[in-house]
Protein backbone atom coordinates (compact mmCIF):
# COMPACT_ATOMS: atom_id res chain seq x y z
CA UNK A 1 0.00 0.00 0.00
CA UNK A 2 1.51 3.56 -0.88
CA UNK A 3 -0.06 6.33 0.79
CA UNK A 4 0.40 10.34 -1.30
CA UNK A 5 -0.65 12.70 0.98
CA UNK A 6 -2.21 15.66 -0.11
CA UNK A 7 -1.62 15.00 -3.69
CA UNK A 8 -3.39 18.65 -4.62
CA UNK A 9 0.28 20.62 -3.16
CA UNK A 10 2.02 18.41 -5.77
CA UNK A 11 4.03 20.97 -7.86
CA UNK A 12 6.58 20.65 -10.66
CA UNK A 13 9.90 22.37 -11.15
CA UNK A 14 13.22 22.35 -13.72
CA UNK A 15 13.62 18.71 -11.90
CA UNK A 16 10.83 17.42 -12.97
CA UNK A 17 6.84 16.67 -13.09
CA UNK A 18 6.02 14.44 -10.54
CA UNK A 19 2.35 14.37 -12.08
CA UNK A 20 3.27 13.05 -15.21
CA UNK A 21 5.49 10.29 -13.78
CA UNK A 22 2.37 9.43 -11.52
CA UNK A 23 0.51 9.12 -14.64
CA UNK A 24 2.51 5.73 -15.45
CA UNK A 25 2.72 4.49 -12.19
CA UNK A 26 -1.22 4.58 -11.36
CA UNK A 27 -2.23 3.38 -14.92
CA UNK A 28 -2.66 -0.76 -14.07
CA UNK A 29 -2.03 -1.36 -18.03
CA UNK A 30 1.83 0.55 -17.36
CA UNK A 31 2.40 0.01 -13.73
CA UNK A 32 3.64 -3.26 -14.29
CA UNK A 33 6.98 -2.08 -16.32
CA UNK A 34 7.61 1.06 -14.11
CA UNK A 35 11.13 2.60 -15.09
CA UNK A 36 12.88 4.67 -12.29
CA UNK A 37 14.62 7.30 -14.97
CA UNK A 38 17.01 7.92 -11.87
CA UNK A 39 17.90 4.40 -11.10
CA UNK A 40 17.29 3.43 -14.67
CA UNK A 41 15.49 0.25 -13.00
CA UNK A 42 12.36 -1.33 -13.87
CA UNK A 43 9.45 -2.24 -11.14
CA UNK A 44 6.58 -3.90 -10.91
CA UNK A 45 3.82 -1.81 -9.20
CA UNK A 46 0.92 -4.21 -10.86
CA UNK A 47 -0.06 -5.80 -7.00
CA UNK A 48 0.60 -2.18 -5.15
CA UNK A 49 -2.70 -0.51 -4.12
CA UNK A 50 -2.59 3.41 -4.39
CA UNK A 51 -4.05 5.64 -2.43
CA UNK A 52 -4.36 9.29 -2.41
CA UNK A 53 -5.58 12.21 0.13
CA UNK A 54 -6.88 15.59 -0.96
CA UNK A 55 -8.34 18.36 -0.14
CA UNK A 56 -9.58 19.67 -3.34
CA UNK A 57 -10.29 18.53 -6.65
CA UNK A 58 -7.58 20.77 -7.89
CA UNK A 59 -5.88 17.97 -9.82
CA UNK A 60 -4.71 17.32 -13.65
CA UNK A 61 -7.75 15.94 -15.45
CA UNK A 62 -5.35 12.73 -16.55
CA UNK A 63 -4.32 12.08 -13.04
CA UNK A 64 -7.39 12.47 -11.50
CA UNK A 65 -9.10 10.25 -14.49
CA UNK A 66 -6.81 7.15 -12.93
CA UNK A 67 -8.14 7.33 -9.58
CA UNK A 68 -11.38 6.46 -7.99
CA UNK A 69 -13.07 9.53 -6.62
CA UNK A 70 -14.44 8.90 -2.48
CA UNK A 71 -15.72 12.07 -1.18
CA UNK A 72 -15.28 12.40 2.83
CA UNK A 73 -17.41 14.65 4.12
CA UNK A 74 -16.77 16.77 7.31
CA UNK A 75 -17.83 16.38 10.82
CA UNK A 76 -21.11 17.49 12.32
CA UNK A 77 -20.73 19.47 15.53
CA UNK A 78 -22.49 16.44 17.34
CA UNK A 79 -19.53 14.62 16.30
CA UNK A 80 -16.71 17.35 17.17
CA UNK A 81 -18.10 17.42 20.56
CA UNK A 82 -17.59 13.65 20.73
CA UNK A 83 -14.19 13.59 19.39
CA UNK A 84 -13.01 16.71 21.18
CA UNK A 85 -14.90 14.65 24.88
CA UNK A 86 -12.86 11.26 23.75
CA UNK A 87 -9.65 12.26 22.46
CA UNK A 88 -8.81 15.57 21.85
CA UNK A 89 -8.92 16.92 25.68
CA UNK A 90 -7.79 13.97 27.56
CA UNK A 91 -4.42 14.20 24.92
CA UNK A 92 -4.03 17.99 25.37
CA UNK A 93 -4.38 17.71 29.01
CA UNK A 94 -2.01 14.88 29.05
CA UNK A 95 0.37 16.31 27.26
CA UNK A 96 0.39 20.14 29.27
CA UNK A 97 1.07 18.44 32.01
CA UNK A 98 -2.31 18.43 33.85
CA UNK A 99 -4.13 15.98 35.84
CA UNK A 100 -7.40 14.74 34.65
CA UNK A 101 -9.75 16.68 37.29
CA UNK A 102 -7.85 20.26 36.78
CA UNK A 103 -9.91 21.35 33.71
CA UNK A 104 -13.42 20.37 32.86
CA UNK A 105 -15.28 21.47 29.39
CA UNK A 106 -18.59 21.22 29.22
CA UNK A 107 -20.15 20.29 26.45
CA UNK A 108 -22.01 23.58 26.16
CA UNK A 109 -18.27 25.49 26.27
CA UNK A 110 -17.49 22.74 23.81
CA UNK A 111 -19.87 23.84 21.41
CA UNK A 112 -18.99 27.62 21.45
CA UNK A 113 -15.42 26.89 21.03
CA UNK A 114 -16.47 24.79 17.90
CA UNK A 115 -19.16 27.55 16.72
CA UNK A 116 -16.93 30.78 17.68
CA UNK A 117 -13.34 29.43 17.29
CA UNK A 118 -13.01 27.40 14.09
CA UNK A 119 -14.62 26.96 10.72
CA UNK A 120 -13.63 23.42 9.35
CA UNK A 121 -14.29 20.26 8.07
CA UNK A 122 -12.17 18.48 10.89
CA UNK A 123 -10.85 19.14 13.94
CA UNK A 124 -7.42 20.53 13.57
CA UNK A 125 -8.42 24.05 14.58
CA UNK A 126 -10.40 23.08 17.53
CA UNK A 127 -7.43 20.54 19.38
CA UNK A 128 -5.27 24.22 18.86
CA UNK A 129 -8.09 25.58 20.40
CA UNK A 130 -7.93 23.43 23.15
CA UNK A 131 -4.26 23.34 23.52
CA UNK A 132 -3.91 27.12 24.20
CA UNK A 133 -6.73 26.84 26.77
CA UNK A 134 -4.65 24.03 28.40
CA UNK A 135 -1.65 26.11 28.39
CA UNK A 136 -3.48 29.14 30.00
CA UNK A 137 -4.47 26.61 33.13
CA UNK A 138 -0.71 25.40 33.21
CA UNK A 139 0.57 29.59 33.35
CA UNK A 140 -2.12 30.03 35.90
CA UNK A 141 -1.08 27.83 38.07
CA UNK A 142 2.38 28.56 37.83
CA UNK A 143 1.51 32.71 38.35
CA UNK A 144 -1.03 31.25 41.98
CA UNK A 145 1.27 28.64 43.11
CA UNK A 146 -1.98 26.68 43.49
CA UNK A 147 -3.18 23.89 41.34
CA UNK A 148 -6.66 24.80 41.23
CA UNK A 149 -9.38 23.09 39.27
CA UNK A 150 -10.66 24.79 36.40
CA UNK A 151 -14.61 24.33 34.80
CA UNK A 152 -14.19 26.25 31.96
CA UNK A 153 -18.55 27.91 31.37
CA UNK A 154 -19.45 29.91 28.28
CA UNK A 155 -18.85 33.41 30.30
CA UNK A 156 -15.24 32.56 30.81
CA UNK A 157 -14.34 31.36 27.23
CA UNK A 158 -13.38 34.65 26.41
CA UNK A 159 -10.78 34.91 29.25
CA UNK A 160 -8.84 31.42 27.94
CA UNK A 161 -9.76 31.77 23.85
CA UNK A 162 -9.53 35.68 23.39
CA UNK A 163 -12.19 37.60 21.29
CA UNK A 164 -14.71 35.30 19.53
CA UNK A 165 -13.45 34.94 15.88
CA UNK A 166 -16.57 34.17 13.96
CA UNK A 167 -19.90 34.86 13.93
CA UNK A 168 -22.90 32.29 14.76
CA UNK A 169 -26.27 32.81 14.21
CA UNK A 170 -28.52 33.57 11.88
CA UNK A 171 -27.17 35.39 8.77
CA UNK A 172 -30.09 38.21 9.05
CA UNK A 173 -32.40 39.33 11.67
CA UNK A 174 -35.22 40.44 9.30
CA UNK A 175 -36.37 40.06 5.93
CA UNK A 176 -34.72 42.66 3.44
CA UNK A 177 -35.53 43.26 -0.04
CA UNK A 178 -33.21 42.31 -2.47
CA UNK A 179 -31.09 40.08 0.22
CA UNK A 180 -30.92 36.67 -0.17
CA UNK A 181 -28.93 33.57 1.77
CA UNK A 182 -27.41 31.11 -0.47
CA UNK A 183 -25.44 28.19 0.84
CA UNK A 184 -22.07 27.66 -0.60
CA UNK A 185 -19.53 24.23 -0.18
CA UNK A 186 -15.76 25.12 0.43
CA UNK A 187 -12.67 23.18 1.11
CA UNK A 188 -13.65 24.02 5.33
CA UNK A 189 -16.92 22.87 4.95
CA UNK A 190 -20.53 24.34 4.15
CA UNK A 191 -21.14 28.31 4.30
CA UNK A 192 -23.50 30.80 4.15
CA UNK A 193 -23.49 32.76 1.14
CA UNK A 194 -25.37 36.51 0.83
CA UNK A 195 -26.63 37.00 -2.51
CA UNK A 196 -27.29 41.40 -2.62
CA UNK A 197 -29.43 42.88 -5.55
CA UNK A 198 -29.64 46.37 -6.23
CA UNK A 199 -32.08 48.69 -8.65
CA UNK A 200 -31.23 52.18 -10.07
CA UNK A 201 -32.42 54.08 -12.76
CA UNK A 202 -30.24 53.50 -15.75
CA UNK A 203 -30.24 52.07 -19.25
CA UNK A 204 -30.08 48.34 -18.82
CA UNK A 205 -26.40 47.81 -17.47
CA UNK A 206 -25.48 44.56 -15.18
CA UNK A 207 -23.22 44.57 -13.26
CA UNK A 208 -21.49 42.11 -11.03
CA UNK A 209 -19.20 42.22 -8.43
CA UNK A 210 -17.64 39.98 -5.43
CA UNK A 211 -14.88 38.31 -7.32
CA UNK A 212 -17.31 35.75 -9.12
CA UNK A 213 -16.47 33.22 -11.59
CA UNK A 214 -17.70 32.56 -15.02
CA UNK A 215 -20.18 29.91 -14.42
CA UNK A 216 -21.71 32.03 -11.44
CA UNK A 217 -21.65 35.32 -13.84
CA UNK A 218 -23.76 33.25 -15.98
CA UNK A 219 -26.15 31.94 -13.75
CA UNK A 220 -27.05 35.68 -13.29
CA UNK A 221 -27.57 36.24 -16.77
CA UNK A 222 -29.72 33.12 -16.94
CA UNK A 223 -31.84 34.06 -14.08
CA UNK A 224 -32.42 37.50 -15.73
CA UNK A 225 -33.71 36.20 -18.37
CA UNK A 226 -35.67 33.46 -16.53
CA UNK A 227 -37.04 36.69 -14.97
CA UNK A 228 -37.86 38.94 -17.94
CA UNK A 229 -39.93 35.84 -19.31
CA UNK A 230 -41.98 35.51 -16.54
CA UNK A 231 -41.99 39.38 -15.96
CA UNK A 232 -46.17 39.80 -16.22
CA UNK A 233 -47.06 37.45 -13.57
CA UNK A 234 -44.65 39.07 -11.13
CA UNK A 235 -46.45 42.05 -11.90
CA UNK A 236 -42.91 43.38 -13.49
CA UNK A 237 -42.99 45.77 -16.33
CA UNK A 238 -41.53 44.44 -19.83
CA UNK A 239 -38.70 47.25 -20.77
CA UNK A 240 -37.26 46.99 -17.18
CA UNK A 241 -34.18 45.94 -18.20
CA UNK A 242 -34.01 48.96 -20.36
CA UNK A 243 -34.76 51.56 -17.75
CA UNK A 244 -32.86 50.29 -14.95
CA UNK A 245 -29.34 49.24 -14.07
CA UNK A 246 -29.19 45.81 -12.00
CA UNK A 247 -26.52 45.35 -9.62
CA UNK A 248 -25.36 41.93 -8.02
CA UNK A 249 -23.00 41.32 -5.37
CA UNK A 250 -21.81 38.52 -3.13
CA UNK A 251 -20.56 40.06 0.08
CA UNK A 252 -16.55 39.23 0.81
CA UNK A 253 -15.24 40.27 -2.39
CA UNK A 254 -11.73 39.14 -1.52
CA UNK A 255 -12.83 35.56 -1.56
CA UNK A 256 -13.01 33.78 -5.14
CA UNK A 257 -16.94 32.62 -5.66
CA UNK A 258 -17.84 30.49 -8.63
CA UNK A 259 -20.00 27.80 -9.78
CA UNK A 260 -24.35 27.26 -10.75
CA UNK A 261 -25.53 26.53 -7.45
CA UNK A 262 -26.85 30.15 -6.49
CA UNK A 263 -28.91 29.79 -9.98
CA UNK A 264 -32.43 30.36 -7.93
CA UNK A 265 -30.79 32.70 -5.29
CA UNK A 266 -29.98 35.31 -7.76
CA UNK A 267 -33.50 35.05 -9.30
CA UNK A 268 -35.18 35.56 -5.94
CA UNK A 269 -32.92 38.68 -5.37
CA UNK A 270 -33.52 40.14 -8.68
CA UNK A 271 -37.09 39.61 -8.27
CA UNK A 272 -37.68 40.94 -4.82
CA UNK A 273 -35.32 43.91 -6.29
CA UNK A 274 -37.97 44.68 -9.56
CA UNK A 275 -40.90 43.87 -6.70
CA UNK A 276 -39.81 45.79 -3.69
CA UNK A 277 -41.41 42.59 -1.75
CA UNK A 278 -38.62 41.21 0.92
CA UNK A 279 -37.04 37.96 1.22
CA UNK A 280 -37.56 35.92 4.47
CA UNK A 281 -34.89 36.30 6.78
CA UNK A 282 -35.37 32.44 8.12
CA UNK A 283 -35.13 31.04 4.87
CA UNK A 284 -31.56 29.46 2.82
CA UNK A 285 -31.75 28.09 -0.87
CA UNK A 286 -29.38 26.05 -3.51
CA UNK A 287 -30.07 25.33 -6.84
CA UNK A 288 -28.80 25.30 -10.46
CA UNK A 289 -31.70 27.31 -12.32
CA UNK A 290 -32.12 26.65 -16.02
CA UNK A 291 -33.95 29.45 -18.99
CA UNK A 292 -37.17 27.57 -18.09
CA UNK A 293 -37.08 27.92 -14.88
CA UNK A 294 -36.20 24.63 -13.86
CA UNK A 295 -34.19 23.59 -10.68
CA UNK A 296 -31.55 21.86 -11.21
CA UNK A 297 -29.34 19.37 -8.66
CA UNK A 298 -26.49 20.68 -7.33
CA UNK A 299 -23.39 18.82 -4.73
CA UNK A 300 -21.94 18.81 -1.52
CA UNK A 301 -25.93 19.03 -0.01
CA UNK A 302 -24.67 17.43 3.74
CA UNK A 303 -22.05 20.90 4.26
CA UNK A 304 -24.79 23.03 3.37
CA UNK A 305 -27.46 21.87 5.16
CA UNK A 306 -25.08 21.59 8.28
CA UNK A 307 -24.28 25.27 7.49
CA UNK A 308 -27.99 25.99 7.20
CA UNK A 309 -28.21 24.29 10.70
CA UNK A 310 -25.21 26.33 11.82
CA UNK A 311 -26.41 29.56 11.14
CA UNK A 312 -30.03 29.30 12.09
CA UNK A 313 -31.86 28.66 9.33
CA UNK A 314 -35.60 27.51 9.47
CA UNK A 315 -36.25 26.40 6.01
CA UNK A 316 -34.04 25.34 2.93
CA UNK A 317 -34.86 25.35 -0.49
CA UNK A 318 -33.25 22.04 -2.09
CA UNK A 319 -33.56 20.67 -5.91
CA UNK A 320 -36.37 17.96 -5.93
CA UNK A 321 -33.53 16.12 -7.65
CA UNK A 322 -31.55 15.83 -4.18
CA UNK A 323 -33.75 14.64 -2.34
CA UNK A 324 -32.32 11.23 -2.73
CA UNK A 325 -29.61 12.36 -0.95
CA UNK A 326 -30.82 13.26 2.25
CA UNK A 327 -30.31 9.65 3.14
CA UNK A 328 -26.32 10.80 4.49
CA UNK A 329 -27.99 13.47 6.63
CA UNK A 330 -28.15 12.82 10.19
CA UNK A 331 -31.50 12.80 11.33
CA UNK A 332 -31.13 15.52 13.67
CA UNK A 333 -30.46 17.85 11.47
CA UNK A 334 -33.31 16.89 9.25
CA UNK A 335 -35.62 17.42 12.11
CA UNK A 336 -34.15 20.68 13.07
CA UNK A 337 -34.82 22.13 9.44
CA UNK A 338 -38.00 22.46 6.86
CA UNK A 339 -36.27 20.87 4.13
CA UNK A 340 -38.54 21.88 1.08
CA UNK A 341 -37.69 20.58 -2.36
CA UNK A 342 -38.84 22.08 -5.69
CA UNK A 343 -38.55 21.90 -9.11
CA UNK A 344 -39.86 25.11 -10.54
CA UNK A 345 -38.47 29.13 -9.97
CA UNK A 346 -42.02 29.78 -9.21
CA UNK A 347 -41.84 27.40 -5.59
CA UNK A 348 -39.06 28.80 -4.66
CA UNK A 349 -40.57 32.41 -4.89
CA UNK A 350 -43.62 31.48 -3.46
CA UNK A 351 -41.27 30.13 -0.42
CA UNK A 352 -38.88 32.80 -0.22
CA UNK A 353 -40.53 35.69 -0.84
CA UNK A 354 -42.63 37.43 2.25
CA UNK A 355 -45.81 37.80 0.19
CA UNK A 356 -46.54 36.68 -3.43
CA UNK A 357 -46.38 39.36 -5.88
CA UNK A 358 -49.42 40.14 -7.90
CA UNK A 359 -49.16 39.26 -11.60
CA UNK A 360 -49.69 42.75 -13.56
CA UNK A 361 -53.14 43.55 -15.42
CA UNK A 362 -52.81 43.09 -19.19
CA UNK A 363 -53.61 46.89 -19.70
CA UNK A 364 -51.11 48.16 -17.22
CA UNK A 365 -47.40 48.41 -17.35
CA UNK A 366 -46.05 49.45 -13.55
CA UNK A 367 -42.36 49.36 -13.37
CA UNK A 368 -42.56 47.35 -9.65
CA UNK A 369 -45.11 44.72 -8.21
CA UNK A 370 -46.98 44.77 -5.55
CA UNK A 371 -49.07 41.79 -4.05
CA UNK A 372 -51.12 40.77 -0.19
CA UNK A 373 -49.18 39.52 2.59
CA UNK A 374 -49.05 36.06 2.54
CA UNK A 375 -51.60 35.53 5.55
CA UNK A 376 -53.96 36.79 3.48
CA UNK A 377 -53.71 34.76 0.17
CA UNK A 378 -52.01 31.68 1.38
CA UNK A 379 -49.33 29.92 0.69
CA UNK A 380 -49.54 28.67 -2.97
CA UNK A 381 -46.56 26.14 -2.52
CA UNK A 382 -47.37 22.45 -1.78
CA UNK A 383 -45.66 21.38 1.75
CA UNK A 384 -43.26 18.06 1.31
CA UNK A 385 -42.47 16.50 4.38
CA UNK A 386 -38.96 14.98 3.52
CA UNK A 387 -37.95 13.45 7.16
Not at 16 to 27: F, I, Q, R
Not at 119 to 146: F, N, Q, T, Y
Not at 240 to 261: C, N, Q, Y
Not at 322 to 345: A, T, Y
Request: include cysteine; aromatic fraction near 4%.
Amino acid sequence: LFLFDEIDKMGMDHRGDPASALLEVLDPEQNHTFNDHYLEVDYDLSDVMFVCTSNSMDIPPALLDRMEIIRIPGYTEDEKVNIALRYLLPKQIKANGLRKDELKLPEDTLRDLIRYYTREAGVRGLEREIAKICRKVVRDHVESGEKVSVTLTQDMLEDYSGVKKFKYGLAEEKNEIGQVTGLAWTQVGGELLHIECALTPGKGRVVKTGSLGDVMQESIQTALTVVRSRAPGLGIADDFHEKHDLHVHVPEGATPKDGPSAGIGMCTALVSSLTKIPVRADVAMTGEITLRGRVLAIGGLKEKLLAAHRGGIKTVIIPDENVRDLKEIPENIKESLEIRPVKWIDEVLDIALAYPPEPRAEDSSPETGSGKPRDEEGDASERINTH
